[in-house]
T-cell receptor, first 116, second 112 residues
Framework: GAVVSQHPSWVICKSGTSVKIECRSLDFQATTMFWYRQFPKQSLMLMATSNEGSKATYEQGVEKDKFLINHASLTLSTLTVTSAHPEDSSFYIC????????????FGPGTRLTVL | SQKIEQNSEALNIQEGKTATLTCNYTNYSPAYLQWYRQDPGRGPVFLLLIRENEKEKRKERLKVTFDTTLKQSLFHITASQPADSATYLCALDPSGNTPLVFGKGTRLSVIA
């Protein structure tokens, strides 16, 4: 199946710093990528939909100035958590959809962010 | 409001038995429904997709049914093994080209 990678797999940072997470589709082109966050024992919560070459669409309640998303190419999307705070600590997962309709999404392995 | 529910938060079964997980949804009319497996600290892994015109789909020891009248999907693992222990998520795409909406998942534990 299609492979999606994320980097880094985990990161620890100090409060107030910014952290960038990369999501890459390794063997297919993804016009659309999605960013989710997941708290312990909770389901995935969609944060934003990222389309190549255009602005991301954020879900209600997600601060676009805090969670900057850039989808610069058909194989790379980045999520930058700006001025991170302890409450931003979570598991961030990206996914990519090869096509536009009726296709499964392929998920990255996730990034564990801990803000001290 | 639109909801997708997985009835059991956790399910324990004996090795060799069939595990059956339930996914119900309201106020959606999805064209298809998907099932994923998630291990702790990992991203979800796609297992099966079933379309609205398919009653049943199989893949090795996995079987999924989709009843659009009941608005329910059942996910079966036959001859379960301890390695099947994981959280299983159902997901649907409300309109065919929108982000997936996930249930909260069912944590399956297969006991040897």
């Amino acid at each position: 199946g299609a492979v999606v990678s994320q980097h880094p797999s985990w990161v620890i940072c100090k409060s107030g710093t910014s952290v960038k997470i990369e999501c890459r589709s390794l063997d297919f082109q993804a016009t659309t990528m999605f960013w989710y966050r997941q708290f312990p024992k909770q389901s995935l919560m969609l944060m934003a939909t990222s389309n190549e070459g255009s602005k991301a669409t954020y879900e209600q309640g997600v601060e676009k100035d805090k969670f900057l998303i850039n989808h610069a190419s058909l194989t790379l999307s980045t999520l930058t958590v700006t001025s991170a705070h302890p409450e931003d600590s979570s598991f961030y997962i990206c996914s990519a959809r090869p096509g536009t309709v009726y296709n499964e999404q392929f998920f990255g392995p996730g990034t564990r962010l801990t803000v001290l | 409001s639109q909801k997708i529910e997985q009835n059991s938060e956790a399910l324990n079964i004996q090795e060799g038995k069939t595990a059956t997980l339930t996914c119900n949804y309201t106020n959606y009319s999805p064209a298809y429904l998907q099932w994923y497996r998630q291990d702790p600290g990992r991203g979800p892994v796609f297992l099966l997709l079933i379309r609205e015109n398919e009653k049943e789909k199989r893949k090795e020891r996995l079987k999924v049914t989709f009843d659009t009248t009941l608005k329910q999907s059942l996910f079966h693992i036959t001859a379960s093994q301890p390695a099947d222990s994981a959280t299983y998520l159902c997901a649907l795409d409300p309109s065919g080209n929108t982000p997936l909406v996930f249930g909260k998942g069912t944590r399956l534990s297969v006991i040897a």
